[in-house]
């Protein structure tokens, strides 16, 4: 199991910061989609120059030009790039190609998929690395929001790919959340607005890494 801290900011210079915060209790770091519009594909580069020994997650949530567009983030270091469950199969198996042909990771978003459950066994059948369920921030209200009952369904009908979690997660529902069994826990907001960010990170690690 790992932890994956969603860099949800603007900048860069905030993003590196943070990471300096909480190094080492991170596994992935995410550079969040707002992220990656405003700084494009120069946050990849330094933040893998910054952090070797992390993995850099480019959550681009791609729908169109699959190939190309991941083709770039992995040029930059990007270790794992993201599409959107909700594209074509086109899409992601083009995607997924390009991470084959670098030796990264292709990481399929099923945020808005009506279907879970079909679209989480078609894109395990396309090859992506790993599949998360995910609760938009614009829906959240308070409480523990993370979409666990999809979690369970979808481990049902994936073969091979690795599955992640996100949405709302924050230290104190991370035993729970844990106890579900996903191969990847992503914590934005419960990290990123805390007063103790590395404290905070390092509880939700150990507690991930048992």
């Known amino acids: 199991m790992e932890l994956q801290v969603a860099l949800d900011c603007k900048d860069l210079s905030e993003a590196l910061a943070v990471m300096k915060e909480i190094y080492p209790y991170v ?12 700084e494009g594909t120069r946050a990849v580069r330094e933040m893998k120059k910054a952090f070797p020994d992390v993995k850099v997650l480019a959550d681009m949530k791609l729908l169109d030009g699959g190939y190309d567009i991941a083709k770039i983030a992995y040029e930059e270091g990007a270790d794992i790039v993201t599409v959107a469950g909700v594209t074509n199969n086109s899409v992601i198996a083009r995607a997924v190609e390009a991470a084959r042909e670098f030796g990264k990771e292709c990481f399929v978003d099923l945020i808005s998929v009506d279907d879970i459950v079909q679209r989480a066994e078609e894109v395990d059948a396309l090859g992506a690395d790993c599949i998360g369920v995910h609760t938009s921030h614009d829906t959240i209200e308070g409480g523990n929001q993370a979409p666990t009952k999809d979690l369970s369904r979808i481990k049902v009908v994936i073969k091979r790919a690795r599955t992640s979690i996100s949405g709302g997660i924050k230290a104190e529902f991370i035993d729970d959340i844990v106890s579900f069994g996903p191969d990847v826990v992503i914590v934005g907001s419960g990290i990123m607005q805390a007063e103790d960010k590395r404290g905070t990170a390092k509880l939700i690690y150990e507690a991930i890494h048992g």
């Open 27 to 38: 596994d992935i770091a995410e550079l969040g989609t707002p992220l990656m519009y405003n």
